[in-house]
């Protein structure tokens, strides 16, 4: 399984966000990781129900870079990148990316995406393999 960024134009005014459709037709758990302040920050899970979309960070994108790990709740399928990130079982909002077995946590490979800098991003999660790249603004 791969993420695949898909064209996505609403109609009307676009909202500033960082968005995860999924096209899949099972439930997927989303973590998503950024720079911040503080440091390196991951953070999840949020529940996409299969053909629906959620919105995971609210107003203008701060960091060109954003990380993406995603798990299918049915399947078991993930969406996995090269970027080593912590993740927890539960809920999460993890400072840090090192030692995270020494920490309780986990450590999952997530996909960089180069958002350009754009305000607004929307990521396609996919069963079909996909390369395509772009950005919602």
């Known amino acids: 399984m791969l993420a695949t960024l898909a064209p ?8 500033a966000e960082f968005r995860v459709c999924n096209g899949t037709q099972n439930l997927v758990g989303v973590a998503i990781g950024y720079r911040a302040k503080e440091g390196w920050i991951s953070e999840g899970w ?5 053909t629906t979309c959620a919105t995971l960070i609210e107003g203008e994108l701060q960091s060109r870079y954003y990380y993406l790990y ?3 709740a049915a399947r078991g399928g993930r969406w996995t990148g090269n970027v080593n990130m912590c993740v ?12 995270c077995f020494a920490r309780g946590f986990q450590r999952m490979g997530f996909k960089e995406y180069d958002t350009g800098r754009q305000g607004s991003w929307m990521v396609q999660l996919s069963d079909t393999p996909g390369t395509e790249e772009s950005q919602n603004r």
């Open 70 to 72: 995603a798990e299918d």
């Open 8 to 15: 996505f134009l609403a109609a009307g005014e676009a909202r």
């Open 46 to 50: 949020w529940q996409v129900p299969a």
């Open 88 to 99: 927890a079982e539960n809920e999460f909002k993890i400072v840090g990316v090192q030692d």
